[in-house]
């Protein structure tokens, strides 16, 4: 391998580093600013609900199942995003798993996490015990 290969190719690394670091360092502090808090477990009324989260590249309505006090089912009833809800639909399966809003941001489709993590975080405000006067 000669030099000048080597170079490009070293070039093309830190450039994909960077841009990796950059990236993360967005969704982060976007992340951040969402404010999503979760809840303790069994603190949710029994039934169906549903939420909308709006962002800058469209919407979406998530419907959530609670049953016994947990979350038993998450499904994407609603999607009008700019870009295929196929990206994201790994994610209700983690609403699931962990009982509450927070879910992991997907490269590429990092509006349209947030924007499902909204939307069930309304559902499950409606679904709180808690009522709020």
């Known amino acids: 391998m000669s030099v000048r290969r080597w170079l490009s190719a070293a070039a093309l690394l830190i450039l994909a580093t960077a841009a ?5 360092v967005r969704t982060s502090a976007a992340r951040a600013s969402f ?3 979760p ?3 069994g603190v949710y009324r029994d039934g169906t609900y549903e939420g909308w ?17 947990r979350i038993e089912s998450t499904t994407i009833s609603t999607c009008r995003m700019r870009y295929p809800c196929s ?7 983690q609403v699931i798993a962990r009982q509450g809003p927070e879910v992991d941001i997907v490269s590429g489709a990092t509006d349209s996490a947030l924007v499902f993590s909204a939307a069930v975080e309304q559902a499950l405000d ?8």
């Not at 990796?20 to 993360?24: D, L, R």
């Not at 990206?87 to 399966?93: K, N, T, V």
């Not at 409606?126 to 006067?133: D, H």
């Open 20 to 24: 990796f670091a950059v990236g993360y």
């Open 35 to 37: 404010g999503t808090t």
């Open 39 to 41: 809840r303790p477990l």
């Open 53 to 69: 989260g709006i962002g800058y590249h469209g919407r979406i309505r998530a419907t959530v199942v609670i049953r016994r006090g």
């Open 87 to 93: 990206m994201i639909a790994g994610l209700p399966d």
């Open 126 to 133: 409606r679904a709180s015990r808690v009522s709020v006067r």
